[in-house]
């Protein structure tokens, strides 16, 4: 990882692929650290990963890419104590969340680690605004030749808007168009 040097880091899929890393490896503390510092570290481990790693889906292709890097406190094994982390996705988004599909993402990798059990719920919070999610492993599953988990996710969302569509009878398109 270019300003990193070389290191390992998890790959996981919780309804999108992410890279996993602990900011300690990074030389960031994940509470402390500023954001832009992380927002950086996490986007130069993404594009480290798309450059040296191919990602494939066993069921979708749609699917077979690195949506992110989601950097932890580096607290994996399992604690009633919530671990940390933060989401840099896409074009370097950050999740305000500790991220759906990256908290079903972790707990599918701390369950192949044997650090989480069946049933053994965890807490995830966000270093940028401290929201927390839980999640736990329900069941063991497989998608295409892997093993997998189905994980249950809950946490607290907030409406952030709303949008109303009206469609006129007299509107010649109403149903759509094909270019």
Do not use: W
Request: glycine fraction near 8%; charge should be negative; hydrophobic fraction near 35%.
């Amino acid at each position: 990882v270019p300003g990193h040097g070389k290191m390992a880091v998890d790959i996981a899929y919780g309804g999108a692929f992410y890279a996993f890393v602990s900011a300690e490896r990074l030389g960031l503390d994940i509470c402390s650290a500023k954001t832009r510092d992380l927002v950086d570290a996490a986007s130069a481990v993404t594009e480290a990963v798309k450059a040296q790693f191919q990602i494939s889906h066993p069921e979708s292709e749609d699917l077979s890419f690195l949506y992110g890097t989601i950097v932890t406190d580096g607290k994996d094994t399992y604690s009633e104590e919530p671990t940390t982390n933060i989401c840099v996705f896409a074009d370097e988004q950050v999740d305000r969340s500790p991220t759906g599909s990256g908290v079903t993402a972790r707990i599918a990798l701390q369950y192949h680690k044997g650090l989480l059990e069946l049933n053994q719920t965890r807490a995830f919070k966000s270093s940028t605004t401290g929201s927390v999610f839980t999640g736990k492993a329900v069941r063991e599953a497989k998608c295409g030749d892997f093993k997998a988990v189905i994980v249950e996710v809950s946490g607290q969302a907030h409406y952030t808007g709303t949008a109303s569509f009206i469609v006129e009878d007299d509107d010649p398109l109403k149903n759509g168009f094909l270019l």
